[in-house]
């Protein structure tokens, strides 16, 4: 049965967009929305409290994104923006059916999966928290559109929580990831694929490892990329030049989510406490 088309004439171009995640990485996607479209108001959500989701069980994960979800329909938000891999690996279609096409719901795997799988890339290599990777969906996803690219996921369940902790650019962070990079699962890559939004916050650690050997993805930018695309096609696009606002709410406010959200838009911004 043909897929009904989507109708979102019931929303305005003036409505905010929200974003979701368990705690900072999420932020590396608002920065990219932020630079992107920068005439449109973000309301962005942490679950900070409950970090890391790579961690918990799949029944956990689905209630804790259902509820954000919840909570960014009441703040009248144009769209969802799921920037979390993990609630992505094991909550998109209970976020989807809850929204029951209210808004558009743009998740980070399903649109970094469709670019890989269409440019030149053969061995591809994916790190990720154990729940995302334990849901193969970025193999699925991948292979749905090329079924000849190979691809090989690790799980690097440290890397969020010393990321959250602020190690970045310490010897910490540094031995961790050539641990987890010099596995062999990881080894005749030719593209690696940053499966955690927190993980582009330690990019240049990953891009330094490899030197020119591994073209590492910015999912961040292309799922930026489909959201404008999206927002486009339905006439949802704010076209107005105005001062954007941006509101942040966190079930737990944290040092590192204040220094990072400060260093990505400004220092006037402020936190708001939200427990769902």
Do not use: W
């Not at 990953?206 to 927002?231: E, F, W």
């Amino acid at each position: 049965m043909k897929k009904k088309k989507a109708d979102y004439t019931h929303l305005s171009a003036n409505q905010p967009i929200g974003i979701f995640d368990s705690g900072v990485g999420g932020l590396t996607v608002a920065k990219e929305i932020k630079r992107l479209l920068p005439n449109e108001d973000l309301i962005y959500f942490g679950d900070t409290k409950h970090l890391p989701y790579g961690e918990k069980s799949r029944e956990a994960i689905v209630g804790y994104s259902t509820k954000i979800t919840n909570f960014l329909l009441e703040q009248n938000c144009k769209a969802i923006v799921i920037a979390c891999n993990t609630a992505t690996a094991n909550a998109l279609q209970e976020v989807q059916a809850l929204v029951a096409d209210r808004v558009p719901v743009i998740d980070v795997i399903n649109p970094v999966a469709e670019k890989v799988s269409y440019e030149i890339h053969n061995n591809v290599g994916v790190i990720a928290t154990k729940a995302t990777v334990n849901s193969g969906l970025y193999k699925k996803s991948i292979r749905k559109h090329n079924k000849f690219i190979k691809v090989d996921e690790l799980a690097t369940p440290l890397l969020v929580p010393a990321i959250e902790e602020g190690f970045k650019n310490h010897p910490i962070t540094h031995s961790i990831i050539y641990n987890y990079l010099s596995n062999s699962k990881l080894k005749n890559i030719e593209t690696l694929i940053l499966g955690c939004t927190h993980y582009p916050l330690l990019i240049d650690e990953i891009k330094q490892y490899y030197g020119n050997r591994v073209r590492v993805i910015d999912s961040p930018n292309i799922v930026a990329n489909q959201l404008k695309m999206i927002l486009d096609k339905h006439h949802l696009l704010n076209e107005e030049n105005h001062q954007s606002t941006y509101q942040f709410f966190l079930s737990d406010i944290t040092k590192n989510f204040e220094k990072i959200s400060k260093k990505f838009f400004g220092k006037s911004i402020d936190l708001e406490l939200k427990v769902l």
